[in-house]
């Protein structure tokens, strides 16, 4: 695996186990820094991925609307 591999693998396998995945891991506070950090901020990156332009549209229409 990687060097402080450990300190990874139990949240991901949290994440797994629980079915929660990536978004929960990336919506969860981590103290800083340390070598599980590296999960958050691939989960945050997982994320961004998922904001097309068209789902940023509907987000920016939804958030105009309820101002």
Same mark, same amino acid.
């Given at each position: 695996?990687? $060097? +402080? $591999?450990? %300190?990874?693998?139990?949240?991901? &396998? @949290?994440?797994? &186990?629980?079915?929660? /995945?990536? /978004?929960? !891991?990336?919506?969860? !506070? +981590?103290?800083?820094? &340390?070598?599980?950090?590296?999960? =958050? =901020?691939? $989960? %945050?990156?997982?994320?961004?991925?998922? @904001? &097309?332009?068209?789902? =940023? =549209?509907?987000?920016? *229409? *939804?958030l105009e609307r309820s101002?």
């Amino acid at each position: 695996m990687a $060097a +402080h $591999a450990g %300190d990874m693998m139990s949240e991901v &396998t @949290l994440a797994m &186990t629980s079915r929660t /995945g990536l /978004g929960a !891991i990336g919506s969860t !506070i +981590h103290p800083y820094p &340390t070598q599980s950090e590296v999960m =958050k =901020k691939a $989960a %945050d990156a997982y994320n961004r991925v998922r @904001l &097309t332009p068209r789902v =940023k =549209k509907l987000f920016a *229409w *939804w958030l105009e609307r309820s101002r």
